[in-house]
Protein backbone atom coordinates (compact mmCIF):
# COMPACT_ATOMS: atom_id res chain seq x y z
CA UNK A 1 0.00 0.00 0.00
CA UNK A 2 2.56 2.59 0.95
CA UNK A 3 4.40 2.24 -2.26
CA UNK A 4 1.17 2.39 -4.42
CA UNK A 5 0.82 5.75 -2.35
CA UNK A 6 4.12 6.41 -3.58
CA UNK A 7 3.79 6.04 -7.26
CA UNK A 8 0.68 7.94 -6.97
CA UNK A 9 2.14 11.00 -5.36
CA UNK A 10 4.94 10.48 -7.76
CA UNK A 11 2.53 10.61 -10.53
CA UNK A 12 0.75 13.90 -9.25
CA UNK A 13 3.43 15.56 -8.76
CA UNK A 14 4.50 14.67 -12.40
CA UNK A 15 1.69 15.39 -13.32
CA UNK A 16 1.54 18.70 -11.87
CA UNK A 17 4.99 19.71 -13.57
CA UNK A 18 3.57 18.67 -17.28
CA UNK A 19 0.63 20.20 -16.86
CA UNK A 20 3.14 23.74 -15.97
CA UNK A 21 5.14 23.30 -19.11
CA UNK A 22 2.13 22.82 -21.18
CA UNK A 23 0.17 25.31 -19.94
CA UNK A 24 -0.28 27.96 -22.52
CA UNK A 25 0.22 30.66 -19.78
CA UNK A 26 4.02 29.67 -19.13
CA UNK A 27 5.55 31.21 -21.96
CA UNK A 28 3.40 34.54 -20.94
CA UNK A 29 4.91 34.19 -17.44
CA UNK A 30 8.46 33.62 -18.81
CA UNK A 31 8.04 36.59 -21.16
CA UNK A 32 7.22 38.69 -17.83
CA UNK A 33 9.55 37.33 -16.21
CA UNK A 34 12.74 38.22 -18.76
CA UNK A 35 11.65 41.63 -19.10
CA UNK A 36 11.30 42.73 -15.44
CA UNK A 37 14.79 40.59 -15.17
CA UNK A 38 16.48 42.50 -18.45
CA UNK A 39 14.86 45.80 -17.17
CA UNK A 40 16.68 45.89 -13.63
CA UNK A 41 19.82 44.72 -15.48
CA UNK A 42 19.80 47.82 -17.88
CA UNK A 43 19.19 50.24 -14.97
CA UNK A 44 22.39 48.69 -13.06
CA UNK A 45 24.51 48.26 -15.54
CA UNK A 46 26.46 51.20 -16.89
CA UNK A 47 28.85 49.97 -20.25
CA UNK A 48 27.19 50.94 -23.69
CA UNK A 49 28.18 47.35 -24.93
CA UNK A 50 26.86 45.78 -21.24
CA UNK A 51 23.76 47.25 -21.77
CA UNK A 52 23.72 46.19 -25.87
CA UNK A 53 24.03 42.60 -24.88
CA UNK A 54 21.26 42.38 -22.19
CA UNK A 55 18.78 44.15 -24.51
CA UNK A 56 19.71 41.86 -27.55
CA UNK A 57 19.53 38.35 -25.09
CA UNK A 58 16.44 39.92 -23.73
CA UNK A 59 14.78 40.68 -27.42
CA UNK A 60 15.73 37.19 -28.42
CA UNK A 61 14.60 35.55 -25.75
CA UNK A 62 11.32 37.17 -26.00
CA UNK A 63 11.33 36.24 -29.79
CA UNK A 64 11.77 32.45 -28.75
CA UNK A 65 8.71 32.72 -26.65
CA UNK A 66 6.88 34.23 -29.94
CA UNK A 67 7.84 30.71 -31.73
CA UNK A 68 7.34 32.78 -34.86
CA UNK A 69 11.08 32.55 -36.25
CA UNK A 70 13.18 29.90 -37.18
CA UNK A 71 17.14 29.18 -35.80
CA UNK A 72 16.20 31.81 -32.72
CA UNK A 73 18.07 29.25 -31.09
CA UNK A 74 20.92 29.58 -32.38
CA UNK A 75 21.00 33.32 -32.70
CA UNK A 76 19.94 32.98 -28.41
CA UNK A 77 23.31 31.07 -28.14
CA UNK A 78 24.98 33.47 -29.98
CA UNK A 79 24.23 36.09 -27.72
CA UNK A 80 24.91 33.86 -24.67
CA UNK A 81 28.54 33.70 -26.50
CA UNK A 82 28.43 37.52 -26.87
CA UNK A 83 28.02 38.31 -23.15
CA UNK A 84 30.58 35.65 -21.55
CA UNK A 85 33.59 37.04 -24.12
CA UNK A 86 32.45 40.51 -22.63
CA UNK A 87 32.54 39.23 -19.19
CA UNK A 88 35.69 37.70 -19.42
CA UNK A 89 37.54 40.83 -21.44
CA UNK A 90 36.42 43.14 -18.84
CA UNK A 91 37.46 40.90 -15.94
CA UNK A 92 33.85 40.50 -14.21
CA UNK A 93 34.30 37.26 -12.23
CA UNK A 94 31.43 37.54 -10.90
CA UNK A 95 29.24 38.20 -13.99
CA UNK A 96 31.06 35.66 -15.68
CA UNK A 97 30.23 33.02 -13.39
CA UNK A 98 26.71 33.75 -13.81
CA UNK A 99 27.14 33.86 -17.16
CA UNK A 100 28.74 30.60 -17.45
CA UNK A 101 26.11 29.39 -15.36
CA UNK A 102 23.61 30.89 -18.21
CA UNK A 103 25.24 28.71 -20.96
CA UNK A 104 24.53 25.73 -18.67
CA UNK A 105 21.13 26.62 -18.12
CA UNK A 106 20.51 27.29 -22.31
CA UNK A 107 22.68 23.59 -22.91
CA UNK A 108 20.64 21.25 -20.47
CA UNK A 109 17.02 22.90 -21.47
CA UNK A 110 18.08 22.46 -25.61
CA UNK A 111 19.52 18.86 -24.50
CA UNK A 112 15.87 18.57 -22.95
CA UNK A 113 14.10 19.97 -25.88
CA UNK A 114 15.93 17.32 -28.77
CA UNK A 115 16.37 14.33 -26.16
CA UNK A 116 12.97 14.59 -24.06
CA UNK A 117 10.96 16.80 -26.51
CA UNK A 118 10.51 19.44 -23.58
CA UNK A 119 8.93 22.71 -24.62
CA UNK A 120 11.82 24.66 -26.60
CA UNK A 121 11.19 28.05 -24.25
CA UNK A 122 12.66 26.28 -21.74
CA UNK A 123 15.67 27.75 -22.75
CA UNK A 124 14.66 31.43 -22.28
CA UNK A 125 15.58 30.20 -18.21
CA UNK A 126 19.38 31.14 -19.64
CA UNK A 127 18.08 34.52 -20.35
CA UNK A 128 16.55 35.27 -16.64
CA UNK A 129 19.98 33.69 -15.05
CA UNK A 130 22.35 36.22 -18.08
CA UNK A 131 19.81 39.62 -16.53
CA UNK A 132 21.39 38.23 -12.87
CA UNK A 133 24.96 38.80 -13.63
CA UNK A 134 24.02 42.39 -14.33
CA UNK A 135 22.94 43.22 -10.59
CA UNK A 136 26.93 41.99 -9.04
CA UNK A 137 29.13 44.28 -10.95
CA UNK A 138 32.79 43.82 -9.60
CA UNK A 139 32.75 47.38 -10.22
CA UNK A 140 31.63 48.79 -7.33
CA UNK A 141 33.91 47.36 -4.89
CA UNK A 142 36.62 48.75 -6.93
CA UNK A 143 34.97 52.34 -6.95
CA UNK A 144 34.48 51.73 -3.03
CA UNK A 145 38.54 51.31 -2.54
CA UNK A 146 38.91 53.85 -5.41
CA UNK A 147 36.95 56.39 -3.17
CA UNK A 148 38.64 55.34 0.10
CA UNK A 149 42.08 56.04 -1.15
CA UNK A 150 40.72 59.44 -2.76
CA UNK A 151 39.23 60.28 0.88
CA UNK A 152 42.66 59.23 2.08
CA UNK A 153 44.42 61.37 -0.45
CA UNK A 154 42.50 64.63 0.68
CA UNK A 155 42.36 63.90 4.55
CA UNK A 156 46.02 65.74 4.76
CA UNK A 157 45.56 69.30 3.73
CA UNK A 158 48.12 70.53 0.92
CA UNK A 159 50.39 72.39 3.09
CA UNK A 160 50.56 68.97 5.06
CA UNK A 161 51.22 67.46 1.78
CA UNK A 162 54.54 70.09 1.10
CA UNK A 163 55.86 68.67 4.04
CA UNK A 164 58.74 66.09 4.55
CA UNK A 165 57.74 62.72 5.78
CA UNK A 166 59.39 60.66 8.16
CA UNK A 167 61.50 58.74 5.41
CA UNK A 168 63.02 62.52 4.60
CA UNK A 169 63.60 63.41 7.80
CA UNK A 170 65.58 60.43 8.18
CA UNK A 171 67.42 60.86 4.98
CA UNK A 172 67.97 64.74 6.39
CA UNK A 173 69.50 63.63 9.41
CA UNK A 174 71.86 61.45 8.00
CA UNK A 175 72.92 63.52 5.49
CA UNK A 176 73.79 65.85 8.00
CA UNK A 177 75.43 63.55 10.25
CA UNK A 178 77.93 62.83 7.31
CA UNK A 179 79.69 65.98 7.23
CA UNK A 180 78.75 67.49 10.99
CA UNK A 181 79.65 65.33 14.50
CA UNK A 182 78.33 68.39 16.63
CA UNK A 183 75.52 67.82 19.26
CA UNK A 184 72.05 67.72 18.05
CA UNK A 185 68.59 67.40 19.65
CA UNK A 186 65.18 65.60 17.83
CA UNK A 187 62.09 67.16 19.11
CA UNK A 188 58.93 65.80 18.56
CA UNK A 189 55.88 68.25 18.55
CA UNK A 190 52.24 66.67 19.00
CA UNK A 191 49.36 68.60 18.44
CA UNK A 192 46.22 67.81 21.14
CA UNK A 193 42.57 68.50 20.95
CA UNK A 194 41.41 67.97 17.86
CA UNK A 195 38.84 65.41 18.15
CA UNK A 196 36.57 68.20 19.26
CA UNK A 197 37.29 69.93 16.88
CA UNK A 198 36.41 67.47 14.20
CA UNK A 199 33.69 66.21 16.00
CA UNK A 200 32.05 70.15 16.48
CA UNK A 201 33.20 71.55 13.57
CA UNK A 202 33.81 69.05 10.89
CA UNK A 203 36.90 67.25 9.91
CA UNK A 204 37.81 69.83 6.77
CA UNK A 205 37.60 72.31 9.35
CA UNK A 206 40.12 70.34 11.53
CA UNK A 207 42.42 69.94 8.77
CA UNK A 208 42.74 73.34 8.32
CA UNK A 209 43.42 73.96 11.52
CA UNK A 210 46.23 71.39 11.48
CA UNK A 211 47.44 73.12 8.41
CA UNK A 212 47.51 76.66 10.44
CA UNK A 213 49.06 75.35 13.22
CA UNK A 214 52.04 73.94 10.99
CA UNK A 215 52.63 76.85 9.49
CA UNK A 216 53.27 78.83 12.86
CA UNK A 217 55.55 75.99 14.16
CA UNK A 218 56.95 76.33 10.54
CA UNK A 219 57.75 80.34 10.77
CA UNK A 220 58.98 79.76 13.63
CA UNK A 221 61.88 77.46 12.48
CA UNK A 222 63.44 79.88 10.15
CA UNK A 223 67.16 79.67 11.52
CA UNK A 224 70.18 78.57 10.65
CA UNK A 225 70.62 75.96 13.58
CA UNK A 226 67.37 73.83 12.73
CA UNK A 227 68.62 71.60 9.89
CA UNK A 228 67.63 72.01 6.18
CA UNK A 229 65.37 67.97 5.43
CA UNK A 230 64.11 68.82 2.00
CA UNK A 231 65.29 71.97 0.20
CA UNK A 232 64.15 74.86 2.63
CA UNK A 233 61.99 72.64 4.46
CA UNK A 234 62.83 72.24 8.41
CA UNK A 235 59.76 70.80 9.76
CA UNK A 236 58.61 66.82 8.97
CA UNK A 237 55.15 65.30 8.98
CA UNK A 238 55.56 62.36 11.13
CA UNK A 239 51.89 61.37 10.40
CA UNK A 240 48.63 62.47 12.26
CA UNK A 241 49.29 65.08 14.84
CA UNK A 242 53.03 64.54 14.90
CA UNK A 243 55.46 66.89 13.90
CA UNK A 244 59.23 66.79 14.02
CA UNK A 245 62.58 68.90 13.99
CA UNK A 246 66.50 68.51 14.19
CA UNK A 247 68.48 71.55 16.07
CA UNK A 248 71.97 71.55 15.96
CA UNK A 249 73.19 73.02 19.50
CA UNK A 250 76.95 73.31 18.50
CA UNK A 251 76.35 76.98 19.38
CA UNK A 252 73.62 77.54 21.73
CA UNK A 253 73.54 74.24 24.29
CA UNK A 254 69.10 75.22 25.02
CA UNK A 255 68.38 76.08 22.46
CA UNK A 256 65.81 72.93 20.95
CA UNK A 257 64.54 74.05 24.36
CA UNK A 258 63.85 77.95 23.91
CA UNK A 259 61.96 76.73 20.37
CA UNK A 260 60.28 74.13 22.26
CA UNK A 261 58.59 77.02 24.51
CA UNK A 262 57.69 79.38 21.53
CA UNK A 263 56.24 76.59 19.61
CA UNK A 264 54.14 75.79 22.48
CA UNK A 265 53.03 79.75 23.27
CA UNK A 266 52.25 80.13 19.22
CA UNK A 267 50.00 76.82 19.25
CA UNK A 268 47.93 78.32 22.20
CA UNK A 269 47.30 81.23 20.78
CA UNK A 270 43.73 81.23 19.17
CA UNK A 271 42.89 80.23 15.97
CA UNK A 272 40.10 81.73 13.61
CA UNK A 273 38.64 78.70 11.60
CA UNK A 274 35.12 79.23 10.03
CA UNK A 275 34.26 81.79 11.79
CA UNK A 276 35.19 80.37 15.52
CA UNK A 277 38.10 80.90 17.60
CA UNK A 278 39.52 77.79 18.34
CA UNK A 279 42.41 77.10 20.92
CA UNK A 280 44.65 73.97 20.68
CA UNK A 281 47.62 72.41 23.24
CA UNK A 282 50.87 70.75 22.24
CA UNK A 283 53.08 69.04 23.92
CA UNK A 284 56.45 68.51 23.12
CA UNK A 285 59.30 65.49 24.10
CA UNK A 286 63.23 65.77 22.43
CA UNK A 287 65.92 63.01 22.66
CA UNK A 288 69.56 64.25 22.67
CA UNK A 289 70.79 62.38 19.27
CA UNK A 290 74.84 62.17 20.79
CA UNK A 291 73.78 60.63 24.59
CA UNK A 292 71.29 58.12 22.69
CA UNK A 293 73.76 56.30 20.38
CA UNK A 294 71.44 54.49 18.36
CA UNK A 295 70.17 54.43 14.57
CA UNK A 296 67.61 57.49 14.07
CA UNK A 297 64.73 55.36 13.94
CA UNK A 298 65.40 54.28 17.71
CA UNK A 299 65.64 58.37 18.25
CA UNK A 300 61.91 58.50 16.81
CA UNK A 301 61.14 55.46 18.87
CA UNK A 302 62.30 57.35 22.37
CA UNK A 303 60.81 60.39 21.67
CA UNK A 304 57.51 59.18 21.13
CA UNK A 305 58.33 56.77 24.38
CA UNK A 306 58.43 59.95 26.46
CA UNK A 307 55.14 61.30 25.37
CA UNK A 308 53.21 58.27 25.71
CA UNK A 309 55.02 58.28 29.55
CA UNK A 310 54.11 61.08 30.73
CA UNK A 311 50.84 62.35 29.09
CA UNK A 312 49.92 64.88 31.52
CA UNK A 313 53.85 66.66 31.15
CA UNK A 314 53.76 69.47 28.73
CA UNK A 315 57.60 68.89 27.68
CA UNK A 316 59.16 65.48 28.49
CA UNK A 317 62.98 64.67 28.00
CA UNK A 318 63.73 61.32 27.24
CA UNK A 319 65.85 59.50 29.64
CA UNK A 320 67.41 56.02 29.36
CA UNK A 321 65.42 55.11 32.51
CA UNK A 322 62.22 55.90 30.55
CA UNK A 323 63.74 52.69 27.87
CA UNK A 324 63.89 50.46 31.09
CA UNK A 325 60.54 51.58 32.50
CA UNK A 326 59.25 50.26 29.05
CA UNK A 327 61.12 46.72 29.35
CA UNK A 328 60.36 46.39 32.78
CA UNK A 329 56.57 47.10 32.06
CA UNK A 330 56.52 44.98 28.96
CA UNK A 331 57.76 41.59 31.19
CA UNK A 332 55.58 41.99 33.60
CA UNK A 333 52.55 42.28 31.35
CA UNK A 334 54.12 38.70 30.53
CA UNK A 335 54.22 37.44 33.60
CA UNK A 336 50.43 39.03 34.14
CA UNK A 337 49.06 36.41 31.12
CA UNK A 338 50.09 33.80 33.46
CA UNK A 339 49.44 34.94 36.46
CA UNK A 340 47.46 32.76 39.25
CA UNK A 341 45.90 34.88 41.90
CA UNK A 342 45.38 32.16 44.15
CA UNK A 343 49.51 31.68 44.58
CA UNK A 344 50.89 34.50 43.88
CA UNK A 345 48.64 37.26 45.01
CA UNK A 346 48.21 38.34 48.69
CA UNK A 347 46.17 40.51 51.03
CA UNK A 348 48.12 42.64 53.82
CA UNK A 349 46.09 44.54 56.05
CA UNK A 350 46.28 48.28 57.52
CA UNK A 351 44.15 49.45 60.65
CA UNK A 352 42.52 52.73 60.91
CA UNK A 353 42.47 54.21 64.22
CA UNK A 354 39.28 55.88 65.58
CA UNK A 355 41.32 59.34 67.17
CA UNK A 356 39.00 59.73 70.02
CA UNK A 357 39.25 56.22 71.48
CA UNK A 358 42.40 54.33 69.85
CA UNK A 359 40.04 51.79 69.14
CA UNK A 360 40.35 50.42 65.62
CA UNK A 361 37.61 50.99 63.21
CA UNK A 362 38.24 49.13 60.52
CA UNK A 363 41.39 47.03 58.54
CA UNK A 364 41.92 48.29 55.34
CA UNK A 365 43.30 45.04 52.40
CA UNK A 366 46.43 46.09 50.61
CA UNK A 367 46.69 43.80 47.67
CA UNK A 368 50.34 42.55 47.00
CA UNK A 369 52.32 41.07 44.47
CA UNK A 370 54.96 38.32 45.24
CA UNK A 371 57.31 38.99 42.14
CA UNK A 372 59.53 36.18 41.49
CA UNK A 373 62.30 38.20 40.62
CA UNK A 374 60.96 42.14 42.25
CA UNK A 375 60.05 41.19 45.19
CA UNK A 376 56.80 42.14 46.91
CA UNK A 377 55.22 44.92 45.02
CA UNK A 378 52.55 47.05 46.22
CA UNK A 379 50.04 47.39 43.59
CA UNK A 380 50.48 50.86 42.74
CA UNK A 381 53.27 49.58 40.94
CA UNK A 382 51.71 47.25 38.80
CA UNK A 383 47.61 48.45 38.96
CA UNK A 384 48.14 50.06 35.45
CA UNK A 385 49.64 46.94 34.08
CA UNK A 386 46.81 45.01 35.01
CA UNK A 387 44.58 47.30 33.38
CA UNK A 388 46.62 47.25 30.20
CA UNK A 389 46.35 43.32 29.88
CA UNK A 390 42.86 43.22 30.78
CA UNK A 391 42.70 41.63 34.03
CA UNK A 392 41.08 44.34 36.32
CA UNK A 393 37.56 42.93 36.25
CA UNK A 394 38.87 39.41 37.34
CA UNK A 395 41.11 40.99 39.63
CA UNK A 396 38.84 42.76 41.35
CA UNK A 397 36.83 39.52 42.10
CA UNK A 398 39.20 38.00 43.57
CA UNK A 399 40.17 40.18 46.04
CA UNK A 400 36.28 40.84 46.70
CA UNK A 401 36.00 36.98 47.14
CA UNK A 402 39.19 36.60 49.39
CA UNK A 403 37.99 39.78 51.65
CA UNK A 404 34.60 37.83 51.84
CA UNK A 405 36.57 34.74 53.12
CA UNK A 406 38.26 36.56 55.51
CA UNK A 407 35.47 38.70 57.03
CA UNK A 408 33.85 35.34 57.60
CA UNK A 409 36.92 33.82 59.47
CA UNK A 410 36.56 36.81 61.55
CA UNK A 411 33.19 36.21 62.58
CA UNK A 412 33.53 32.48 63.02
CA UNK A 413 36.30 33.75 65.84
CA UNK A 414 33.86 35.94 67.36
CA UNK A 415 35.78 38.91 65.93
CA UNK A 416 33.35 42.15 64.05
CA UNK A 417 35.73 43.76 62.23
CA UNK A 418 35.15 45.26 58.96
CA UNK A 419 37.27 45.01 56.22
CA UNK A 420 37.98 47.37 53.37
CA UNK A 421 39.01 46.63 49.55
CA UNK A 422 40.66 49.06 46.86
CA UNK A 423 38.90 49.48 43.37
CA UNK A 424 40.67 51.56 41.14
CA UNK A 425 39.01 52.17 38.09
CA UNK A 426 35.20 53.33 36.82
CA UNK A 427 35.18 49.70 35.19
CA UNK A 428 33.80 48.52 38.32
CA UNK A 429 30.66 50.18 38.31
CA UNK A 430 28.62 48.37 36.38
CA UNK A 431 25.27 45.55 36.48
CA UNK A 432 27.62 42.82 36.59
CA UNK A 433 30.02 43.74 39.15
CA UNK A 434 27.24 45.30 41.72
CA UNK A 435 25.60 41.73 41.00
CA UNK A 436 28.54 39.60 41.92
CA UNK A 437 28.89 42.08 45.09
CA UNK A 438 25.53 40.66 46.15
CA UNK A 439 25.87 37.55 45.09
CA UNK A 440 29.33 37.43 47.56
CA UNK A 441 27.78 38.78 50.46
CA UNK A 442 24.42 35.86 50.22
CA UNK A 443 27.24 33.35 49.69
CA UNK A 444 28.99 34.27 52.43
CA UNK A 445 26.39 35.15 54.71
CA UNK A 446 27.78 39.06 55.32
CA UNK A 447 26.16 41.49 56.79
CA UNK A 448 25.52 45.01 56.41
CA UNK A 449 29.03 47.02 57.28
CA UNK A 450 31.14 44.06 56.87
CA UNK A 451 32.53 45.08 53.37
CA UNK A 452 33.68 48.53 52.70
CA UNK A 453 34.81 49.76 48.89
CA UNK A 454 37.39 52.46 48.80
CA UNK A 455 37.64 54.09 45.35
CA UNK A 456 39.79 56.98 44.07
CA UNK A 457 38.61 60.42 44.54
CA UNK A 458 38.76 61.33 40.74
CA UNK A 459 35.80 58.60 40.08
CA UNK A 460 33.30 60.35 42.29
CA UNK A 461 34.65 63.58 40.32
CA UNK A 462 33.20 61.98 37.24
CA UNK A 463 30.38 60.10 38.31
CA UNK A 464 27.51 60.69 35.34
CA UNK A 465 23.77 59.29 37.14
CA UNK A 466 24.26 55.91 36.20
CA UNK A 467 27.27 56.19 38.48
CA UNK A 468 25.79 57.36 41.40
CA UNK A 469 22.86 54.88 40.99
CA UNK A 470 25.63 51.98 40.91
CA UNK A 471 26.77 53.44 43.74
CA UNK A 472 23.51 54.04 45.31
CA UNK A 473 22.78 50.10 44.91
CA UNK A 474 26.10 49.33 46.70
CA UNK A 475 24.80 51.06 49.56
CA UNK A 476 22.17 49.42 49.39
CA UNK A 477 23.80 45.81 49.73
CA UNK A 478 25.14 46.89 52.72
CA UNK A 479 28.37 48.17 51.73
CA UNK A 480 29.83 51.26 52.54
CA UNK A 481 31.63 53.36 50.44
CA UNK A 482 35.47 55.14 51.49
CA UNK A 483 36.39 58.35 49.02
CA UNK A 484 40.38 57.43 49.12
CA UNK A 485 42.87 60.89 47.93
CA UNK A 486 41.84 63.69 48.97
CA UNK A 487 44.35 65.81 47.89
CA UNK A 488 45.99 63.89 45.57
CA UNK A 489 44.44 65.69 42.66
CA UNK A 490 42.65 68.90 41.38
CA UNK A 491 38.80 68.54 42.89
CA UNK A 492 35.45 70.18 42.38
CA UNK A 493 34.77 71.07 45.41
CA UNK A 494 30.87 72.11 45.21
CA UNK A 495 30.84 68.22 44.20
CA UNK A 496 31.98 67.22 47.35
CA UNK A 497 28.81 67.84 49.65
CA UNK A 498 26.98 65.51 47.30
CA UNK A 499 29.37 62.40 47.59
CA UNK A 500 27.07 59.74 49.20
CA UNK A 501 29.54 58.06 51.77
CA UNK A 502 30.32 56.84 54.79
CA UNK A 503 34.34 57.73 54.72
CA UNK A 504 36.55 59.91 53.48
CA UNK A 505 40.32 59.70 53.38
CA UNK A 506 42.91 62.66 53.23
CA UNK A 507 45.68 62.17 51.48
CA UNK A 508 49.34 61.85 53.11
CA UNK A 509 50.63 64.69 50.87
CA UNK A 510 48.13 67.40 52.83
CA UNK A 511 49.06 66.14 56.39
CA UNK A 512 53.06 64.66 55.75
CA UNK A 513 54.34 68.09 56.33
CA UNK A 514 52.61 69.54 58.82
CA UNK A 515 54.84 72.73 60.15
CA UNK A 516 54.10 74.15 57.23
CA UNK A 517 51.00 73.83 56.77
CA UNK A 518 49.44 76.81 58.23
CA UNK A 519 48.07 78.70 54.98
CA UNK A 520 46.14 75.33 54.14
CA UNK A 521 45.86 74.26 57.02
CA UNK A 522 41.96 76.51 57.64
CA UNK A 523 41.54 74.50 54.34
CA UNK A 524 41.62 71.16 55.39
CA UNK A 525 39.96 71.63 58.71
CA UNK A 526 37.33 73.43 56.43
CA UNK A 527 36.34 70.29 54.62
CA UNK A 528 37.00 67.86 57.61
CA UNK A 529 33.96 70.40 59.22
CA UNK A 530 32.19 70.29 55.67
CA UNK A 531 32.09 66.16 55.87
CA UNK A 532 31.70 66.04 59.32
CA UNK A 533 28.26 67.78 59.05
CA UNK A 534 27.86 65.27 55.85
CA UNK A 535 27.70 62.42 58.79
CA UNK A 536 31.07 61.23 56.45
CA UNK A 537 34.07 60.32 58.62
CA UNK A 538 37.15 62.27 57.74
CA UNK A 539 40.20 59.48 58.12
CA UNK A 540 43.86 61.22 57.61
CA UNK A 541 45.90 59.01 55.91
CA UNK A 542 49.73 58.96 56.18
CA UNK A 543 50.37 59.35 59.70
CA UNK A 544 53.67 57.97 60.75
CA UNK A 545 54.86 60.43 64.03
CA UNK A 546 53.08 61.54 67.08
CA UNK A 547 53.35 65.36 65.84
CA UNK A 548 51.54 64.43 62.91
CA UNK A 549 49.20 62.88 64.79
CA UNK A 550 48.48 65.74 67.60
CA UNK A 551 48.08 67.71 64.00
CA UNK A 552 45.40 65.25 62.61
CA UNK A 553 43.51 64.95 65.85
CA UNK A 554 43.49 69.07 65.85
CA UNK A 555 41.75 69.10 62.82
CA UNK A 556 38.94 67.09 64.22
CA UNK A 557 39.61 64.07 62.36
CA UNK A 558 37.55 60.60 63.15
CA UNK A 559 40.40 58.97 62.45
CA UNK A 560 44.12 58.56 61.39
CA UNK A 561 45.82 55.46 59.31
CA UNK A 562 49.72 54.99 59.33
CA UNK A 563 52.98 53.40 60.11
CA UNK A 564 52.91 55.38 63.53
CA UNK A 565 50.04 52.75 64.54
CA UNK A 566 51.00 49.34 62.13
CA UNK A 567 53.18 48.90 58.77
CA UNK A 568 51.16 46.82 56.38
CA UNK A 569 51.10 42.90 57.59
CA UNK A 570 49.85 39.75 56.17
CA UNK A 571 46.44 38.76 56.53
CA UNK A 572 47.42 34.93 57.36
CA UNK A 573 48.19 36.42 61.04
CA UNK A 574 45.48 38.82 60.73
CA UNK A 575 43.48 37.13 63.72
CA UNK A 576 46.24 36.74 66.19
CA UNK A 577 47.53 40.02 65.34
CA UNK A 578 43.32 41.44 66.22
CA UNK A 579 43.21 39.57 69.17
CA UNK A 580 46.60 40.90 70.65
CA UNK A 581 45.82 44.47 69.82
CA UNK A 582 42.58 43.81 71.69
CA UNK A 583 44.88 42.51 74.81
CA UNK A 584 46.71 45.50 74.59
CA UNK A 585 43.71 48.13 73.77
CA UNK A 586 41.61 46.69 76.34
Not at 160 to 171: M, S
Not at 462 to 488: F, P, T, Y
Request: aromatic share 10%; net charge negative.
Amino acid sequence: MILIALLTNTGLEYSAGSAFLNNILTPTFLAGAIFMAMICALCVVKKPLLRFSYLSNGVLGLAVLSGGFNFLELLFALSIGLHLWLAFSQNKWTMLTLSCCSALVFTVCLAAHLLLELPLYLIVLASIVLAMSGYFDDEELVAEADDAAHINHFMEPAPLLNLPDIKQLRQGYYDWRKNNQQRAALVVIRLEGFAQVNQHIGRDFGDLLLAQSANRIKQLLLIEEVINLAGEQKLAHLGGLNFAFICNLAQQKHLHEQLINQILGATLKPFNVANCTIKVNARASFVDCDEQENSFDNLISFAYLALDSHPKQQVVVYHQQMRIEQLEQQARLQELANIDFSSELELYFQPIICNHDEKIEFLELLLRWQHPRQGILSANRFIDDIRVAGLAYPLATFVIERAAELAMALRMEGITMPLSINLFGSEMLNEEFIEFLDHIFIEHQLQAGDLIVECPLNLFMSLDEQGKAMVARINSIGIKVCVDGLGDSPIWLAKLPNLAVAYVKIAPSLTADFSHQSHVRSLISGMVDMHNQQNAKVICEGVETLEQLNFVKSLNAYAAQGYYYSHPLSSVGMISWLKQWQIEHP
